[in-house]
């Protein structure tokens, strides 16, 4: 990887009008420490709000936002799956539209694969703000199960903040709830993996 790729950003949204500006705004600002060219692929999965309506607004004014309207709720990983279809970029990150996820960690996750020593950077919410008992205890379970049967050994399989070489990424077929295991999954293709600490903000 090299200082001329082109990173795509995918984030699939329902009923979320009110976070794409702030959402838009923080991906901008952090993006422009990156220096690489970008571009926005929001997806609208089918929602009842104006959402679509937000996302149109913003392509309206910046080229680089790309609107995907899809005609029925398809859930993440269809919406995934639509906007990764979409994307055109060289490396491709893919974040949830509840606000989650802190945009000012894409610079730690494109890091490892824009230099060419791994295939997948994969978030991981080493410090967790979630109730122990009702969330983390279970998702730590969870986790350990779905690192064994799968033979990768990371700690956050549940986190959508992911990064992703193209080349790897548009072997897999989404389905289902699979936007969860890319990373296993891409270990059938020979993809090396890594785990990047990202900031829990929900």
Not at 13 to 38: K, R, S, T, W
Request: negative net charge; glycine residues 8%; proline residues 5%.
């Amino acid at each position: 990887m090299n200082q001329t790729d082109k990173i795509s950003i995918v984030v699939p949204f329902h009923n979320e009008e009110q976070n794409i500006p702030i959402l838009y705004g923080e991906i901008v600002q952090a993006m422009a420490g990156v220096g690489d060219e970008y571009e926005l692929v929001f997806v609208d999965d089918k929602s009842s709000d104006g959402t679509a309506a937000a996302i149109l607004e913003l392509a309206r004014t910046d080229p680089r936002v790309v609107c995907v309207k899809l005609r029925r709720n398809h859930g993440q990983t269809g919406a995934l799956a639509a906007g990764f279809d979409q994307a055109t970029g060289d490396i491709v990150i893919s974040m949830d539209g509840d606000l989650q996820h802190d945009p000012a960690d894409i610079p730690a996750l494109l890091a490892p694969v824009r230099s060419g020593e791994y295939d997948i950077a994969s978030g991981w919410r080493k410090e967790r703000i979630d109730p122990y008992l009702s969330r983390k205890l279970p998702s730590r379970i969870a986790n350990k199960i779905m690192a064994r049967f799968s033979g990768l050994p990371i700690h956050d399989f549940g986190t959508t903040f992911k990064a992703y070489r193209r080349d790897i990424l548009s072997q897999i077929k989404l389905y289902g709830d699979l936007h969860r295991f890319i990373p296993a999954l891409a270990l059938m293709y020979g993809a090396t993996v890594v785990e990047v600490p990202i900031n829990s903000r929900v």
